[in-house]
């Protein structure tokens, strides 16, 4: 029952405004970012799942902004969609914090199980939509997001692509219940989930400033060493920038090198750099 309303055209994009139900009377929201002057496609689609930003998906700051990687990858071919993490802006149903109260815990109800949900409930979205193409479907987010982006790529064989970003860590499995289930991790870290996704492309973002500072000794490795296992070492690729905890424009633009080479068959990074953009105020995007 997905409604789109709202529209408003820019300058090579489109943006409109999403709800639809992931269970019968609970509802995701989001907005969705298309190719404008294009023509109809059909064109890849990208899920952008967002992190623990106070500012939820309408997140704008120079450590991370939503609202940039989805303008660019419109502008670039491709269609793109942010969706509130549970309990932010438009998704408020419930609270983010809802299933560490001891009397909602009596629900069964896993918080990561319903943004997972969600996750695949959004997938399925994009691929309802006419001008979207079904083979070239991919993922990205950071923080929180790179942790719904790996459980998505784990049990998804529709992400033909995925970038997480700055949560890929054999020691850090996500400070919040909404990236973590009971026995999820047993034996097991993230890097053993993200490495579920091979042989389907895939790149890390790493950064010197968290918990992913090693992963150009340690997780990425690792995880490379089983798509070489796999005969695709072409299809991993992991950097690592001095920044902060982020998804900022040097991190970005690597994503958009690596969805442009598997997405749009573009190897010239220097054509997909971020050129300035203005996000919409967040009264037109709620």
């Known amino acids: 029952n997905a409604r789109m309303f709202g529209r408003m055209e820019r300058d090579g994009y489109s943006i409109e ?3 639809f139900e992931t269970y019968p009377g609970f509802y995701l929201s989001g907005n969705l970012y298309r190719p404008l002057g294009m023509g109809n496609g059909p064109f890849p689609a990208i899920l952008n799942p967002h992190g623990h930003w106070a500012n939820g998906r309408l997140a704008d700051t120079k450590d991370g902004s939503i609202a940039a990687r989805c303008i660019n990858f419109a502008q670039q071919g491709m269609i793109a969609f942010s969706y509130d993490m549970v ?3 438009d998704t408020i149903q419930v609270s983010h914090k809802f299933a560490a109260n001891p009397t909602n815990q009596l629900w069964n109800i896993s918080l990561m199980g ?3 949900w969600n996750s695949i409930r959004a997938l399925d979205f994009l691929e309802s939509l006419p001008d979207a193409d079904k083979t070239r479907l991919a993922c990205t987010g950071e923080s929180g997001g790179g942790t719904q982006t790996f459980m998505l790529g784990a049990i998804e064989n529709r992400l033909a692509v995925q970038a997480p970003i700055v949560m890929v860590s054999h020691t850090m499995q996500g400070g919040c219940l909404c990236e973590n289930a009971p026995g999820l991790r047993v034996e097991y870290s993230n890097m053993e989930i993200a490495a579920a996704a091979a042989a389907r492309p895939q790149i890390l973002v790493a950064a010197t400033g968290d918990w992913t500072k090693a992963t150009m000794t340690v997780e990425g490795p690792a995880i490379e060493h089983i798509y070489q296992l796999l005969n695709a070492g072409d299809k991993f690729r992991y950097v690592r920038f001095d920044f902060g905890h982020n998804y900022n424009q040097t991190s970005r633009e690597a994503v958009y090198a ?7 068959k573009n190897n010239n990074p220097d054509s997909l750099k971020e050129p300035p953009f203005k996000k919409e105020a967040d009264a037109d995007l709620w």
């Open 87 to 89: 309990g932010y802006n």
């Open 17 to 19: 405004k999403v709800y």
């Open 258 to 264: 690596w969805f442009g080479k598997w997405l749009l």
């Open 114 to 116: 319903l943004q997972t």
